[in-house]
């Protein structure tokens, strides 16, 4: 996921009936950022860039996360007055409730050495 204009994502949640969000849910990306997805084998993000909003989520449901040494992480959602999908949960499993709290709460970014060192990614490697 990259490059995701927020501007029609968030327009499309201010008149939706419930029938639309949960169309969403069920075909967009909260399958997989829920762990609703049911793949063979295991799933790999390779992070080369920004991982926000959505993309920060999604990498989250894959089974490793590898950072390039220009990544950088960030929920965001809090600038912008709406949630996460389900994928910002699993972060408390990766590295606490404390960690998380601050990503979520604060929305400020955080680089590839800073994701290793609290275990969101499993590995740093050049670009």
């Known amino acids: 996921m990259a490059n ?8 499309a949640y201010v008149d939706a009936t419930p029938g639309k969000v949960a169309d969403w849910v069920k075909f967009g990306p909260g399958g997989t950022t829920r762990g609703k997805h049911r793949f063979s084998k295991p ?6 860039g920004w991982a ?3 993309g ?4 989250f449901g894959a089974d490793i996360r590898i950072a390039s040494e220009n990544a950088q992480f960030g929920s965001f959602e809090a600038r912008r007055g709406f ?12 590295c606490g ?15 590839a050495q800073r994701a290793l ?8 490697v050049p670009p």
């Open 83 to 94: 949630h996460g999908d389900g994928g910002i949960a699993r972060i408390v499993n990766f």
């Open 52 to 54: 926000l909003a959505g």
């Open 97 to 111: 409730v404390g960690i998380a709290m601050e990503m979520l709460l604060t929305a400020e970014p955080i680089d």
């Open 43 to 48: 799933v790999i993000a390779a992070v080369n």
């Open 56 to 59: 920060f989520e999604t990498a």
């Open 4 to 11: 995701m204009d927020l501007k029609p994502h968030v327009s």
């Open 117 to 124: 060192q609290i275990n969101l990614v499993s590995k740093v």
